[in-house]
T-cell receptor, first 114, second 111 residues
Framework: SQTIHQWPATLVQPVGSPLSLECTVE??????LYWYRQAAGRGLQLLFY??????ISSEVPQNLSASRPQDRQFILSSKKLLLSDSGFYLC?????????????FGQGTRLTVV | GQNIDQPTEMTATEGAIVQINCTYQ??????LFWYQQHAGEAPTFLSY????GLEEKGRFSSFLSRSKGYSYLLLKELQMKDSASYLC????????????FGKGTRLSVIA
């Protein structure tokens, strides 16, 4: 069966520090991968998605970036965190193609920038 | 652009039925999804509709009207554990297009 791992679960970082969140998927090949962010009391905002290695689409211009160095690995990074980067970060995957392909979420990383 | 609207909060009584509505205006349509999210946890998939009509899954049902850009999630025999946020999401194009989510409806089930 397919599983998605995301770490760390919680993170407290000072303003201006770098960030690296990692997500890996097991049990499937060539998945679509996504990073979402959920601010307190708000909906899920799509940040990045990838349909293949090295292919990244950015939905919202900001100081975050994403990379997909391997088929089932998706990394979210920042060189300098802002207070507004605080939130609940969720990685998700879905099967390629098809139409009734729901997204499956990792357990999320709660990031607090102080 | 994409616009997905849901009520912000709802309250219902244990054992009752509740209907959570979702309206959407998107550049295309290729399926509507409902997710449940308990506080502090990741969303989990509940249901999928791509054709008009009702899909039933145990206590949960989801309805879609594409011509009206409207869906609802129906929860029957409410239990306290159903207290959660319910997220409506739309896929606007191919299967490789990301889901776009509404802001979610926070449901409180009271005794």
């Amino acid at each position: 069966s397919q599983t998605i791992h995301q770490w760390p679960a919680t993170l407290v970082q000072p303003v201006g520090s770098p960030l690296s969140l990692e997500c890996t998927v097991e049990g499937t090949s060539n998945p679509n991968l996504y990073w979402y962010r959920q601010a307190a009391g708000r909906g899920l905002q799509l940040l990045f998605y990838s349909v293949g290695i090295g292919q990244i689409s950015s939905e919202v211009p900001q100081n975050l970036s994403a990379s997909r160095p391997q088929d089932r690995q998706f990394i979210l990074s920042s060189k300098k965190l802002l207070l507004s980067d605080s939130g609940f970060y969720l990685c998700a995957w879905s099967n390629r193609g098809g139409y009734n392909t729901e997204a499956f979420f990792g357990q999320g990383t709660r990031l607090t920038v102080v | 652009g994409q616009n997905i609207d849901q009520p912000t909060e709802m309250t219902a009584t244990e054992g009752a039925i509740v209907q959570i509505n979702c309206t959407y205006q998107t550049s295309g349509f290729n399926g509507l999804f409902w997710y449940q999210q308990h506080a502090g946890e990741a969303p989990t998939f509940l249901s999928y509709n791509v054709l008009d009509g009702l899909e039933e899954k145990g206590r949960f049902s989801s309805f879609l009207s594409r011509s009206k850009g409207y869906s609802y999630l129906l929860l029957k025999e409410l239990q306290m554990k159903d207290s959660a946020s319910y997220l409506c999401a739309v896929r606007s194009h191919s299967g490789n297009t990301p889901l776009v989510f509404g802001k979610g409806t926070r449901l409180s089930v009271i005794a």
